[in-house]
């Protein structure tokens, strides 16, 4: 288990760097819901 968290350090800093959205979401969620709430998260 530390070795994915750290994996996901890595990539969340890796697209900060980037200037890239990281979006972690777990696998037993409906893509579309993870899409919908990233979506309206950035609608001012």
């Not at 980037?18 to 819901?33: K, P, Q």
């Amino acid at each position: 288990m530390f070795r994915l968290t750290g994996l996901c350090e890595e990539l969340r800093a890796f697209s900060r760097k980037h200037g890239a959205t990281y979006v972690r979401m777990r696998t037993d969620e409906d893509l579309d819901s993870v899409i919908r709430r990233f979506v309206a998260r950035g609608i001012d």
